[in-house]
């Protein structure tokens, strides 16, 4: 309750249109699915004549990886996030889906071209990269699972994340946000394993603002805990 005694002022923001943080996630991460698989699986929609040659074997194995992510991240926004702010601005909405559905919708056009041939070193580079991209998401989705775990469920408290029993999470010696550490890692994986441009522009842009992200929460985390390990990181073991 708030102590209103005569002669006190209270100030009020208006913030503008609000929405719900879950809600925009489920929309941004919705989004990439469709577009991308609009293009792997209606190819005629886009390419005509030219969508009669059989797809390479590279092609329905990115299509499986970037379907694994985008359900991966519906099911954890239903899951597991616990969010620290209920709503944000309505306008974030379609920054936010214009951002994730248009890259999508552009990858997906050129991997899922009929012209779209193997990376250069063929089934190593494809399968290699496959590897590390499914541990890289599972790293990511234990780095999620430690830090709801981190918070009890309707609690603001706020702890210093540490790795625990889970193997994944050793990422938290070394940086402050290993979600996005291994969330930039998947990408990278995902551009070795297609060798395609589009791909490699979403992996450095998402790069350049995770480590915005990472860099303010880093600084936080220093200010609030005296006690933050001083040799950790924000995104890049030992670098940033």
């Not at 552009?106 to 193997?118: A, S």
């Not at 791909?199 to 220093?222: P, S």
Request: overall charge positive; aromatic content about 20%; proline content about 7%.
């Amino acid at each position: 309750t708030l102590d209103l005694q005569k002669g006190r002022l209270l100030y009020v923001k208006d913030l503008g249109p609000q929405i719900g943080w879950k809600t925009v996630f489920l929309w941004e991460y919705f989004g990439p699915l469709v577009a991308y698989m609009i293009s792997y699986s209606r190819p005629v929609w886009l390419y005509g004549a030219k969508a009669g040659a059989p797809m390479n074997y590279a092609v329905h194995i990115a299509a499986i990886c970037w379907t694994i992510h985008y359900a991966k991240r519906l099911l954890e926004t239903l899951f597991v996030h616990r969010f620290s702010h209920s709503t944000m601005p309505f306008t974030n909405l379609f920054k936010n889906c214009s951002y994730y559905w248009g890259f999508a919708f552009y990858i997906g056009y050129y991997v899922n071209h009929p012209l779209y041939t193997e990376p250069y070193f063929g089934r190593l580079q494809v399968y290699s990269s496959l590897i590390a991209f499914l541990l890289f998401e599972a790293g990511n989705l234990s780095i999620h699972l430690a830090l709801r775990d981190l918070r009890p469920e309707g609690s603001t408290e706020r702890k210093i994340p540490v790795p625990t029993g889970n193997p994944f999470t050793f990422l938290f010696r070394y940086v402050s946000c290993p979600n996005y550490a291994y969330e930039w890692y998947s990408w990278a994986a995902f551009t070795v394993m297609t060798q395609c441009l589009p791909a490699g522009m979403f992996t450095a842009a998402g790069f350049a603002q995770m480590a915005i992200w990472a860099l303010a929460k880093h600084r936080n985390y220093k200010k609030e805990f005296p006690n933050y390990p001083r040799g950790r990181k924000a995104i890049v073991p030992f670098l940033l």
